[in-house]
């Protein structure tokens, strides 16, 4: 990770940042969608510390930043999230056409900003909120090699450690979004979607051989219908092994505070994997496979156990009452709060700045004029 000491002790100028976030779902979503809540908790904390940020999202967004349009409603909600990619080169145009009026401007849209970013003088870094594990995407980064990236987790980086990596910001979250709950429950909870590499059908085996109940808070996307009907369904025996089905924010605190522990079994090289995060926050420790970002978001034996097989999994079940419910808390105030969000970024920001002056002139002044439709 990238380091600038002449940064370091010096107080922060206030910038002009634009905030490029994805238009599939609004910001902050109705209801699924971790990287569009991210993208406002980022948003809010920025205002709050007084920079001067415009956020391009849905116009069904709600901020108190400056609000630009690039689709009027979360695409989902009309049903044209295939044609998402489509939909947000307007956005983009608008951003780059007028990257002169910003300090920064931040991507969060996968690769799709990296080619207009070479051709503007405003440093433009990208967060990639997604995992890097398919090679087909390779070749586009592999060819905006010298764009400055920023990574949710250093775990996410594996798939192309030859990218221009700035640094690793951990999402945070608001310090009084969750509420602290220093008495473990009598269930296990599973918060996230019902998918093979979730493993939910690992988490009912865990809580059959640990002789306590579960409680999977999940969403059943269509895609995975077909998993579900076929390996979860037939595995529900409720109460012991409820499903309660997809949960808001208001019913998060008492969700994963009233319960045990966090299962997080997945399967999957996980980018970042807010739901850690959320049960950090409530107290409630985590056990995981050590998938992706577990090992860096975790903390063995001390805010979860970290284990591979079944047998393991379940013996950590019985060793939740070694863990210190308040030092979960303790380590999501530091590690993963709002605050620790915002003072990675706006290190990133400054450290962007300042290699953007080192670079050659930019090859034109920004996207030309009318090339592309840009939002009303």
Not at 74 to 84: I, K, P, S, T
Not at 105 to 117: E, K, Q
Not at 119 to 131: C, E
Not at 142 to 152: E, F, H, K, N, W
Request: glycine residues 6%; contains cysteine; neutral net charge.
């Amino acid at each position: 990770m990238r380091e600038e000491a002449s940064l370091v002790g010096k107080p922060l100028k206030k910038l002009r940042i634009a905030q490029v976030a994805p238009l599939y779902e609004s910001v902050p979503p109705k209801l699924y969608g971790g990287t569009e809540r991210v993208i406002s908790y980022l948003t809010e904390e920025l205002v709050r510390r007084g920079h001067e940020v415009t956020l391009c999202a849905s116009g069904d967004s709600l901020t108190s930043a400056r609000l630009v349009p690039g689709f009027e409603q979360a695409l989902r909600l009309r049903r044209l999230e295939h044609l998402g990619h489509l939909y947000q080169l307007p956005m983009l145009s608008w951003v780059f056409e007028r990257a002169e009026q910003f300090d920064v401007i931040h991507s969060h849209v996968d690769f799709w900003a990296l080619p207009y970013a070479g051709l503007v003088k405003t440093p433009t870094l990208s967060t990639l909120h997604a995992s890097l594990d398919q090679p087909e995407a390779h070749i586009i980064y592999r060819r905006y090699r010298d764009a400055p990236l920023v990574s949710v987790s250093n775990a996410q980086r594996r798939p192309l450690p030859d990218l221009n990596w700035l640094g690793t910001a951990y999402h945070g979250l608001p310090r009084q979004l969750l509420k602290y709950s220093p008495h473990a429950g009598k269930y296990l909870a599973f918060l996230g979607r019902i998918a093979p590499e979730k493993r939910p059908d690992l988490a009912i085996e865990i809580a059959r051989l640990s002789g306590l109940p579960l409680k999977l808070a999940a969403k059943v996307d269509n895609s995975t219908l077909d998993y579900f009907e076929a390996v979860i369904k037939p595995r529900l025996s409720p109460p012991d092994i409820e499903l309660i089905g997809e949960i808001g924010e208001s019913e998060k605190s008492a969700f994963l505070g009233g319960a045990c522990a966090l299962l997080f079994p997945i399967n999957w090289p996980e980018p970042f994997g807010l739901v850690i995060a959320e049960a950090l926050a409530c107290g409630t420790p985590v056990i995981a496979r050590p998938c992706g970002s577990v090992p860096e978001l975790i903390r063995h034996g001390t805010t979860g156990w970290i284990a591979s097989t079944l047998k393991e999994l379940t013996d950590a079940v019985a060793a939740l009452d070694r863990l210190d419910r308040a030092q979960c808390r303790r380590e999501f105030e530091q590690r993963f709060s709002v605050e620790a969000m915002a003072d990675s970024y706006e290190r990133l920001y400054h450290i962007a700045m300042v290699g953007q002056m080192a670079r050659p002139p930019a090859l034109g002044s920004g996207v030309a004029p009318g090339a592309l439709a840009t939002p009303k």
